[in-house]
């Protein structure tokens, strides 16, 4: 009997915040947050065969993300969207009228990001901030499954049939959640579907996940797994990394800590985990084989890329399918032009499907 892994979901990214760049930190006109830019990434995902997109979402940066789902979700014939949505700045009853007809619009083929986000203009601390969370996945599931819902928590108390839009298959879509405070991690056990994580050294992988499945079995529950990361392949190992070199030619360090520090999210312990990731890193910024942090000098949030030649990427992916993940959120810069790259070097050769 084999045990190998089954089919994993290869997702790519559509820079909705701005975060596009071919050298990091230097802002360019023609790769600014736009529809027809936004557009046009997930066009080219479509046509190279990724399973996935993953649509980010942020208050102070780009373009509207449920908007931009709605728009897109027609224009795809296969491929899913993995929508991300603030928490802190939604209404869950009308989120779940949205989530169903964008979903409608998308053929069946919608994912839904979880993102346990202040208001705009506010702070809440990280505790009440997952609870809110918690209760919020709550109510979506609960609606967005047809069922009628009583809900009496401390952030909000509503007593409501379901919309009467409803998903394609009756059911809410899949929840995509990340975070490693213990807050964090409990809001994932009790309400997530995919848990996601930032790349990290494959001892630290192994520990989340084994952490992430006892806090799940605790709660009743399993979680699948997913991993966020860069890539750069390129056809021999001294190309990529000459690559990822010429991305940071530009950047001057203030300007790298500016861009950090302008994240809503530049204090979670997520990203401290990828600061300490990159200044534990050896010299040339490599964490361990192919894994490269100098992303995370210009960049809040995932701060690490899989860097090599075609055959080091995917034994990389596959290491990670080995210990759990079943689903990748890649992307690269500039977002099209690597996601080309990773189509026809490396996704021809991996297992791959929509996680379902």
């Not at 009583?150 to 409501?160: A, I, N, R, T, V």
């Not at 290491?319 to 079943?326: L, S, T």
């Amino acid at each position: 009997m084999s045990n190998a892994p089954g089919p994993c979901e290869i997702s790519w990214f559509s820079a909705l915040c701005d975060d596009d760049y071919e050298f990091l930190g230097q802002p360019d006109p023609m790769l600014k947050s736009s529809w027809a830019h936004c557009r046009d990434i997930v066009l080219q995902a479509e046509s190279g065969g990724f399973d996935n997109i993953l649509l980010p979402s942020g208050y102070a940066l780009g373009i509207d993300t449920t908007a931009f789902a709605a728009a897109i979700a027609p224009m795809l014939k296969r491929m899913a969207l993995l929508m991300a949505v603030r928490i802190g700045e939604t209404w869950p009853p009308q989120l779940a009228r949205q989530i169903a007809t964008i979903d409608q619009l998308l053929g069946g083929r919608l994912k839904v990001n979880i993102i346990s986000s202040d208001m705009p203009g506010e702070t809440l601390d990280s505790g009440p901030r997952y609870a809110r969370t918690i209760e919020a996945m709550h109510i979506l599931k609960t609606l967005l499954n047809g069922e009628p819902l009583d809900h009496q928590g401390e952030f909000w108390q509503l007593k409501l049939d379901p919309p009467r839009v409803g998903t394609v298959s009756g059911q809410s879509p899949q929840l995509y959640f990340g975070g490693l405070s213990p807050a964090a991690r409990d809001a994932a056990a009790k309400g997530c579907d995919v848990f996601l994580m930032w790349p990290d050294k494959r001892e630290a992988v192994a520990e989340i996940i084994a952490d992430m499945r006892t806090r799940a079995a605790a709660e009743g529950r399993l979680l699948r797994f997913g991993y966020r990361a860069h890539v750069i392949v390129r056809e021999t190992e001294v190309e990529a990394r000459a690559a990822a070199e010429r991305l940071l030619s530009k950047l001057d360090a203030a300007q790298g800590a500016a861009i950090r520090a302008k994240s809503l999210d530049s204090q979670s312990a997520g990203v401290a985990a990828q600061a300490a990731l990159r200044e534990n890193a050896a010299d040339d910024g490599y964490a361990e084989a192919n894994l490269w942090t100098g992303v995370g000098r210009a960049r809040s949030g995932c701060g690490a890329a899989i860097v090599g030649d075609p055959d080091q990427v995917l034994a990389k992916l596959n290491d990670y399918r080995a210990m759990g993940i079943e689903a990748f959120i890649l992307s690269g810069y500039p977002h099209a032009a690597e996601a080309d790259l990773f189509a026809r070097h490396v996704l021809p050769n991996i297992d791959h499907a929509l996680l379902t």
